[in-house]
């Protein structure tokens, strides 16, 4: 099956910082990814829409300059949280549709999330 | 408005027994697909079950079946049998359209505990 993987795991950080969180397709090619972010106990929240070879689709309120996203290859994208701040830890999570599976029912593949904390 | 609805934020379950976690959504867009994951306490989402708006049977994998009620805009899951590693959070979400990078949307999910 289609795997996501995202790196690092686990990462903590001192307040002022960047840190950049990988997510790549280990098996297929993924011209669309998506971020998402995650409080304890909560939902996961789109944050955006990563798209290869052109610029991120963000959702409203989610600062485009704090959360830099790249998406340079068809089986990577990035994201930079940029300056990180208390108020940025949170568990990130990126995911992908496998193009190979037809779109109607094809679920989407998630890495196994970046618990960012920040110091 | 709320696309995914859960209203259960935590359920206990006994071991062997069978749960119905619930799930209502909101669309006017006729395709639509209904999704299941599994979180466990390790963070990764792992997909259980898909239904589509058009699907005239109810979808099953292994332990896990779909109850979907789509004059009532319900897509509940249950799970038969349930084991301990079940214990987990469980989120429903949707995907409107048929579109290949339409955005899902993601209910607040439900804290299940299986007891021994």
């Known amino acids: 099956g289609a795997v996501v993987s995202q790196h690092p795991s686990r990462v903590i950080c001192k307040s002022g910082t960047s840190v950049k969180i990988e997510c790549r397709s280990l098996?297929?090619?993924?011209?669309?990814m998506f971020w998402y972010r995650q409080f304890p106990k909560q939902s996961l929240m789109l944050m955006a829409t990563?798209?290869?070879?052109?610029?991120?689709?963000?959702e409203q309120g989610v600062e485009k300059d704090k959360f830099l996203i790249n998406h340079a290859s068809l089986t990577l994208s990035t994201l930079t949280v940029t300056s990180a701040h208390p108020e940025d830890s949170s568990f990130y999570i990126c995911?992908?549709?496998?193009?190979?599976?037809?779109?109607?029912?094809?679920?989407?593949?998630f890495g196994n999330g970046t618990r960012l904390t920040v110091t | 408005a709320q696309k995914i609805t859960q209203t259960q934020p935590g359920m206990f379950v006994q071991e062997k027994e069978a749960v119905t976690l619930d799930c209502t959504y909101d669309?006017?867009?006729?395709?639509?697909?209904l999704f299941w994951y599994k979180q466990p306490s390790s963070g990764e989402m792992i997909f259980l079950i898909y239904?589509?708006?058009?699907?005239?049977q109810n979808a099953t994998e292994g332990r896990y079946s779909l109850n979907f009620q789509k004059a009532r805009k319900s897509a509940n899951l249950v799970i038969s049998a349930s084991q301990l590693g079940d214990s987990a959070m469980y989120f429903c979400?949707?995907?409107?359209?048929?579109?290949?990078?339409?955005?899902?949307?993601f209910g607040s999910g439900t804290k299940l505990n299986v007891k021994p």
């Open positions: 239904q589509g708006s058009y699907d005239q």
């Open positions: 995911s992908a549709k496998d193009p190979r599976q037809f779109s109607y029912n094809s679920p989407l593949h």
């Open positions: 990563s798209n290869e070879g052109s610029k991120a689709t963000y």
């Open positions: 979400a949707m995907r409107e359209g048929i579109d290949n990078f339409n955005k899902f949307y």
């Open positions: 669309t006017s867009d006729p395709s639509y697909g």
């Open positions: 098996d297929f090619q993924a011209t669309t």
